[in-house]
């Protein structure tokens, strides 16, 4: 009774908190960024240092991802091409036993783990890659894609073959636990606790950034867009806007990861699929410069001489966009995969394939389209505009109502980004603490909390920290990666022999034979 009503008085102090607009009027916001900034200077500028690539600077984050997915394409003989059909298979359903342990299907797995990675990178995000490092990066950002295919499944294979059963028969996992696992099993238990909890420590504070903050203050940004503009009623109005979306996140994420699935599972369809339509459409209506797009796109990707950087620059550029995109590297999706209902972990790193060919193949190529066959021709890239401004620009030199679904489709990138990361902080905060109801509780109203707070004060420098710490921890999920790579390769052959011996029941076709029986 004393922890319920503790927990009670907590929720009260912050929701008056967050409605007490003298608190902000305080310069909260001031004193927070002057206590955070030094701290996210010296992280960022570790995590995003640039070295001396031939003569251009890459930061060392994205070559150690972008060697590391090259390294398992290869490694896993190109799984990513010989695993494609299988994988659509699994989340089709056709191997999907409902008996197994897990809380959810393959395909709400993959729904959870695409809806965390399609944000608005996907839209503004691709354009400043073309901005910077011109049509080329739109090729090389394909490429990026495709090896990250074979880094999520190495990762996810891994997250549900040493994800841990609570007696609720809920299930917990993630690179902190086949982190762990790894030390443990080899007689360093101090040393895998240590690097569990610092995983999911850095988890913990990524999430209420990049996966919470940012994404809420996106979303009040495109909403004020389509009520108005700077004549909009909500313009300054960010609290009341802040609250409604955590509230709406707190009724999803309430009901655990299958609430969470079964709303991702339509969400994410439905938001893929208004945004690749309204591409599509916009392409087609400039179809006569398609052909010469794509010459351009292909040229400056290989191009030696360029404003821009020639080959190396869109190489650079193109990959970072990728990889920032669609997480590859850095573990977070395997959290949500690993509560997949199945008895062999392979077949949920195949399913996870998925996700960077969505992400990164689809809907980036897409963007990059828009913008090179409407956006280059027009001569918008010669007005100044940058990110999102500019691939609504795009749309609207067609239709001048085409930002509207843009908008749309951006809030549900930002809201269901915002569920499936409240998941992945949820577990995170579970590993360091317990997986007692009140412990969740307590994160998931800070978590709700920090999204309110997103709209109503600019913290930069939170959001910075939180984006370095987000990107640190693919160092030693990386390095676990690589230590278990001969493990993932004996466990992904066996599964796929077993599924061509007919020994991996096709449940899907027995279902069909019942029903001709």
Same mark, same amino acid.
């Given at each position: 009774?004393?922890?319920?009503?503790?927990?009670?008085?907590?929720?009260?102090?912050?929701?008056?908190?967050?409605?007490?607009?003298?608190?902000?009027?305080?310069?909260?916001?001031?004193?927070?960024?002057?206590?955070?900034?030094?701290?996210?200077?010296?992280? $960022?500028?570790?995590?995003?240092?640039?070295?001396?690539?031939?003569?251009?600077?890459?930061?060392?984050?994205?070559?150690?991802?972008?060697?590391?997915?090259?390294?398992?394409?290869?490694?896993?003989?190109?799984?990513?091409?010989?695993?494609?059909?299988?994988?659509?298979?699994?989340?089709? /359903?056709?191997?999907?036993?409902? +008996?197994?342990?897990?809380?959810?299907?393959?395909?709400?797995?993959?729904?959870?783990?695409?809806?965390?990675?399609? %944000?608005?990178?996907?839209? /503004?995000?691709?354009?400043?890659?073309?901005?910077?490092?011109?049509?080329?990066?739109?090729?090389?950002?394909?490429?990026?894609?495709?090896?990250?295919?074979?880094?999520?499944? @190495?990762?996810?294979?891994?997250? @549900?073959?040493?994800? +841990?059963?609570?007696?609720?028969?809920? @299930?917990?996992?993630?690179?902190?636990?086949?982190?762990?696992?790894?030390?443990?099993?080899? /007689?360093?238990?101090?040393?895998?606790?240590?690097?569990?909890?610092?995983?999911?420590?850095?988890?913990?504070? %990524?999430?209420?950034?990049?996966?919470?903050?940012?994404?809420?203050?996106?979303?009040?940004?495109?909403?004020?867009?389509?009520?108005?503009?700077?004549?909009?009623?909500?313009?300054?109005?960010?609290?009341?806007?802040?609250?409604?979306?955590?509230?709406?996140?707190?009724?999803?994420?309430?009901?655990?990861?299958?609430?969470?699935?079964?709303?991702?599972?339509?969400?994410?369809?439905?938001?893929?699929?208004?945004?690749?339509?309204?591409?599509?459409?916009?392409?087609?209506? $400039?179809?006569?410069?398609?052909?010469?797009?794509? %010459?351009?796109?292909? %040229?400056?990707?290989?191009?030696?001489?360029?404003?821009?950087?020639?080959? @190396?620059?869109?190489?650079?550029?193109?990959?970072?966009?990728?990889?920032?995109?669609?997480?590859?590297?850095?573990? $977070?999706?395997?959290?949500?995969?690993?509560?997949?209902?199945?008895?062999?972990?392979? $077949?949920?790193?195949?399913?996870?394939?998925?996700?960077?060919?969505?992400?990164?193949?689809?809907?980036?190529?897409?963007?990059?389209?828009?913008?090179?066959?409407?956006?280059?021709?027009?001569?918008?890239?010669?007005?100044?505009?940058?990110?999102?401004?500019?691939?609504?620009?795009?749309?609207?030199?067609?239709?001048?109502?085409?930002?509207?679904?843009?908008?749309?489709?951006?809030?549900?990138?930002?809201?269901?980004?915002?569920?499936?990361?409240?998941?992945?902080?949820?577990?995170?905060?579970?590993?360091?603490?317990?997986?007692?109801?009140?412990?969740?509780?307590?994160?998931?109203?800070?978590?709700?909390?920090?999204?309110?707070? /997103?709209?109503?004060?600019?913290?930069?420098?939170?959001?910075?920290?939180?984006?370095?710490?987000?990107?640190?921890?693919?160092?030693?999920?990386?390095?676990?990666?690589?230590?278990?790579?001969?493990?993932?390769?004996?466990?992904?052959?066996?599964?796929?022999?077993?599924?061509?011996?007919?020994?991996?029941?096709?449940?899907?076709?027995?279902?069909?034979?019942?029903? +001709?029986?």
């Amino acid at each position: 009774m004393n922890r319920v009503r503790g927990l009670s008085n907590t929720v009260v102090l912050i929701v008056g908190a967050l409605l007490s607009r003298s608190v902000f009027a305080g310069g909260i916001d001031e004193t927070v960024e002057s206590i955070v900034r030094p701290l996210a200077a010296a992280l $960022s500028s570790f995590v995003f240092y640039k070295l001396s690539l031939f003569g251009y600077e890459i930061p060392w984050i994205v070559l150690w991802l972008a060697v590391a997915a090259t390294f398992f394409t290869l490694y896993m003989g190109f799984i990513n091409i010989r695993g494609f059909g299988l994988a659509l298979r699994l989340v089709r /359903g056709d191997y999907h036993d409902p +008996k197994a342990p897990g809380e959810i299907s393959h395909f709400k797995a993959v729904a959870t783990a695409v809806s965390g990675t399609v %944000g608005i990178g996907n839209i /503004g995000g691709v354009a400043v890659a073309i901005v910077i490092g011109g049509p080329g990066a739109a090729f090389w950002l394909i490429v990026a894609g495709f090896v990250s295919m074979s880094t999520k499944l @190495v990762e996810c294979t891994l997250g @549900v073959k040493y994800r +841990k059963y609570n007696p609720d028969g809920s @299930v917990s996992g993630g690179p902190m636990y086949y982190l762990e696992h790894y030390l443990v099993s080899r /007689g360093f238990p101090l040393m895998g606790k240590g690097l569990g909890r610092f995983y999911a420590l850095a988890l913990v504070i %990524g999430c209420l950034g990049i996966g919470n903050m940012f994404q809420s203050n996106q979303a009040y940004v495109q909403f004020v867009t389509i009520t108005g503009g700077d004549s909009s009623y909500f313009v300054d109005k960010g609290w009341l806007f802040g609250l409604a979306i955590a509230a709406l996140v707190g009724v999803v994420i309430l009901g655990g990861i299958r609430s969470i699935a079964a709303v991702a599972g339509k969400i994410v369809p439905f938001m893929a699929v208004l945004y690749m339509v309204s591409a599509v459409v916009i392409i087609a209506m $400039s179809a006569e410069h398609i052909p010469a797009a794509v %010459g351009l796109i292909v %040229g400056s990707a290989f191009s030696l001489e360029s404003v821009t950087g020639g080959m @190396v620059g869109a190489i650079i550029v193109g990959f970072q966009r990728a990889l920032f995109s669609n997480e590859a590297g850095l573990g $977070s999706a395997s959290i949500a995969h690993s509560a997949v209902q199945t008895d062999h972990p392979a $077949s949920e790193g195949l399913v996870s394939l998925l996700e960077p060919f969505i992400d990164t193949i689809v809907i980036c190529t897409l963007s990059s389209l828009v913008i090179v066959v409407t956006a280059y021709p027009a001569g918008l890239m010669d007005q100044g505009l940058q990110g999102i401004a500019l691939t609504s620009a795009a749309f609207e030199h067609h239709f001048s109502w085409a930002p509207y679904p843009l908008a749309v489709a951006a809030l549900l990138f930002a809201f269901s980004t915002s569920i499936a990361w409240s998941y992945y902080g949820l577990k995170a905060w579970t590993y360091l603490f317990s997986e007692h109801p009140v412990s969740e509780n307590i994160f998931k109203l800070v978590f709700c909390g920090f999204l309110a707070l /997103g709209c109503m004060i600019q913290l930069e420098a939170v959001l910075d920290f939180s984006d370095a710490m987000v990107f640190l921890i693919s160092v030693p999920n990386i390095l676990g990666l690589y230590f278990y790579a001969p493990e993932i390769k004996r466990e992904v052959r066996e599964f796929i022999d077993g599924v061509n011996r007919g020994d991996v029941r096709n449940y899907r076709q027995e279902r069909a034979r019942a029903s +001709k029986a």
